[in-house]
C-alpha cells in the first residue's frame, strides 16, 4: 500500500495528497513529507521555507502569489478545518482563471500540492485553525501580489459563516482581468 494517495482535482497539476495514518488507542503517525514519495508522485521541487499561520473562524487569507521567485506550496492544516483555494494564473493554460476549492482538516490530514503559477488562500470554517505549507522559494514581499478574494469572476464559493475578517492588504487585491499574471 502506498504512503501517500493522489487525488486529481479540476486543476492537472494541483492535486490532493491523502497520506496513510496509523492509528491506535495512543493517537496517530503518518508521514507528512518524505522526498522519495513526494517525487514519485510528481513534486520534485525543493521546499526551502515553512510556514505555519493560526487564524480564527471567518479568517480569509488570500489570495496571494509572488510574481517574481514563484512559489509551490505543500499545504496542510493541523488542527480545525479551512478550505483551501488555489487559483490558475497562468495565462497559456486551458484552466487559467479558474479555482479549485478543497477542505483540509486537522481530522482529514490531507493536503494540497499548489504548483508555480497559482494563487492561494483559504477561509477558516472552524473556531480557529493551524495551517503548515512548505514553499519552494522564499518570501519576497517586494514580488508579492494579491488576488481579490471576492472577484465575481473567479466564482469560489468560501463557505462562510459570517462577514469574513481580511487584512487591508488582502482588501485591496486586484481582480483577475487586472492582476499581474503568468504566461
Same mark, same amino acid.
Request: charged share 25%; aromatic share 12%.
Given at each position: 500500500? /502506498? +504512503?501517500? =494517495?493522489?487525488? +486529481?482535482?479540476?486543476? +492537472?497539476?494541483? *492535486?490532493?495528497?491523502?497520506?496513510?495514518?496509523?492509528? /491506535?488507542?495512543? #493517537?496517530?503517525? *503518518?508521514?507528512?513529507?518524505?522526498? =522519495?514519495?513526494?517525487?514519485?508522485?510528481?513534486?520534485?521541487?525543493? *521546499?526551502?521555507?515553512?510556514?505555519?499561520?493560526?487564524?480564527? %473562524?471567518?479568517?480569509?487569507?488570500?489570495?496571494?502569489? %509572488?510574481?517574481? %521567485?514563484? %512559489?509551490?506550496?505543500?499545504?496542510?492544516?493541523? @488542527?480545525?478545518?479551512?478550505? /483551501?483555494?488555489?487559483?490558475?494564473?497562468?495565462? $497559456?493554460?486551458?484552466?487559467?482563471?479558474?479555482?479549485? !476549492?478543497?477542505?483540509?482538516? #486537522?481530522?482529514?490530514?490531507?493536503?494540497?500540492?499548489?504548483?508555480?503559477?497559482?494563487?492561494?488562500?483559504?477561509?477558516?470554517?472552524?473556531?480557529?485553525?493551524?495551517?503548515?505549507?512548505?514553499?519552494?522559494?522564499?518570501?519576497?514581499? @517586494?514580488? @508579492?501580489?494579491?488576488? !481579490?478574494?471576492?472577484?465575481?469572476?473567479?466564482?469560489?464559493?468560501? @463557505?462562510?459563516?459570517?462577514?469574513?475578517?481580511?487584512?487591508? =492588504? /488582502?482588501?485591496?487585491? $486586484?481582480?483577475?482581468?487586472?492582476?499581474?499574471?503568468?504566461?
Amino acid at each position: 500500500m /502506498d +504512503p501517500i =494517495k493522489k487525488i +486529481p482535482t479540476s486543476l +492537472p497539476e494541483v *492535486f490532493i495528497l491523502e497520506p496513510r495514518v496509523f492509528g /491506535d488507542e495512543r #493517537g496517530f503517525f *503518518f508521514e507528512s513529507y518524505n522526498e =522519495k514519495v513526494f517525487a514519485g508522485l510528481g513534486i520534485r521541487e525543493r *521546499f526551502v521555507q515553512d510556514n505555519h499561520s493560526r487564524s480564527a %473562524q471567518n479568517v480569509l487569507r488570500g489570495l496571494h502569489y %509572488q510574481i517574481k %521567485q514563484t %512559489q509551490g506550496k505543500l499545504v496542510r492544516v493541523v @488542527e480545525g478545518d479551512v478550505l /483551501d483555494v488555489a487559483v490558475d494564473l497562468r495565462r $497559456s493554460s486551458s484552466t487559467f482563471g479558474k479555482s479549485e !476549492a478543497v477542505h483540509l482538516s #486537522g481530522e482529514n490530514k490531507r493536503m494540497l500540492w499548489i504548483p508555480r503559477g497559482f494563487a492561494h488562500g483559504f477561509c477558516v470554517i472552524s473556531p480557529s485553525a493551524h495551517v503548515l505549507y512548505k514553499a519552494t522559494d522564499y518570501y519576497a514581499p @517586494e514580488y @508579492e501580489r494579491t488576488l !481579490a478574494w471576492n472577484d465575481p469572476d473567479l466564482h469560489i464559493e468560501w @463557505e462562510l459563516a459570517g462577514e469574513p475578517i481580511v487584512s487591508a =492588504k /488582502d482588501q485591496r487585491g $486586484s481582480f483577475l482581468r487586472n492582476a499581474e499574471c503568468f504566461e
